[in-house]
């Protein structure tokens, strides 16, 4: 952030060598000397200041652009404001509280929204279809093009704007917790252990607390481009109690396939062609949901959505059109390695 800031006494000239020696920004963040912002500026507002005859030794304060768009702190529906600021070609957001001091800074161009939703990735699985490469690495430490299968997930939660992860873990629990000791990206990720294997959502229960209404809960060795913005959103839009993400599967049948009544024959489909949606191991629920998991006893997600459905809650499907692998085996591992070679 203190490359973007510049403070409103500087003249024109120290604006452009600023803006010329770092290729990477666009516009600088005009202040007082309290840290209050004043405005923006770009080569573009300099360019019109001096075609009007402004002087490049003078203050920038006369080409200061002071009607410019920003986030107040603690701002409801934060990601929605956002959402229409990338769409009109924003490219920085400052952040500033009641005093009009900044206090953060969003970069839009890497930073794909902020949503105002928990995680928590599970982490304690023996990966024992992976041996031997799990025999000494728990599997969402097993890495594919050069980087940690749970850090394409971590990474891609904290471009969302999720601050608050969380990890379960089980199996060779020290490594993923070493591995998570500092903060990735500026964001801390916690790491909970559970004593014993509680299934595929039991573990949850052991993080000790959540900020938002709404927590996203995942498999940590999935290998997936979902837009969580685009999830959360049908999730808010349907207004369900959890949300199972699902990848369409197609089933083919070479056959004419008979449709009978008994042993009458109603008709033919010759080679017909199925769709079914799998479960994707990513889930959004609501925080008061998770009283429906039982303590210290082994609970699968499936159990869940099950039990949600037994007591005629919503559970909505969310149809994961984009790359999904579910890497349990050396040949999903394979192709989840040629998959990020190519993105290279």
């Not at 161009?109 to 799990?134: N, Q, Y």
């Not at 909505?316 to 999904?324: A, C, D, E, H, S």
Request: with cysteine; aromatic share 10%; hydrophobic share 40%.
């Amino acid at each position: 952030m203190d490359n973007l800031l510049i403070l409103y006494s500087a003249s024109v000239l120290a604006a452009l060598k600023r803006l010329e020696h770092n290729s990477s920004i666009s516009t600088l963040l005009v202040i007082d000397e309290n840290q209050r912002l004043l405005g923006t500026l770009t080569d573009g507002d300099i360019r019109r200041y001096l075609i009007n005859g402004g002087q490049l030794e003078h203050s920038i304060l006369g080409a200061v652009h002071k009607d410019y768009r920003y986030i107040r702190e603690n701002e409801g529906n934060l990601f929605s404001k956002l959402k229409v600021y990338k769409e009109t070609g924003i490219k920085i957001v400052p952040i500033i509280d009641f005093n009009n001091q900044i206090v953060d800074v969003l970069d839009l161009v890497h930073f794909c929204s902020k949503l105002p939703i928990d995680a928590v990735l599970m982490a304690g699985g023996k990966g024992e279809r992976l041996r031997p490469l799990t025999e000494r690495t728990p599997k969402p430490l097993v890495k594919v093009g050069g980087k940690c299968i749970i850090d394409y997930n971590i990474d891609r939660l904290i471009d969302f704007g999720i601050k608050h992860l969380n990890v379960t873990v089980n199996y060779l629990a020290e490594q993923i917790e070493s591995h998570f000791a500092k903060p990735r990206k500026g964001v801390q990720v916690y790491t909970y252990r559970e004593p014993e294997f509680l299934g595929t959502i039991g573990s949850i229960r052991f993080v000790d607390h959540f900020y938002n209404d709404t927590v996203l809960i995942m498999n940590s060795d999935l290998f997936t481009n979902i837009d969580y913005e685009d999830f959360y959103l049908h999730f808010q839009r349907h207004n369900a109690e959890m949300s199972v993400a699902a990848v369409p599967h197609n089933v083919s049948i070479p056959y004419g396939v008979l449709d009978l009544d008994g042993r009458n024959i109603k008709g033919l489909l010759e080679k017909p062609k199925y769709v079914y949606y799998i479960n994707a191991g990513i889930y959004l629920i609501k925080k008061r949901v998770l009283s429906e998991i039982p303590e210290n006893v082994f609970f699968n997600a499936t159990d869940l959505i099950e039990k949600l459905i037994y007591q005629n809650k919503k559970v909505i499907r969310y149809p994961l059109n984009g790359t999904w692998i579910d890497i349990g085996q050396h040949a999903d591992l394979q192709k989840a390695q040629n998959l990020a070679n190519h993105l290279k």
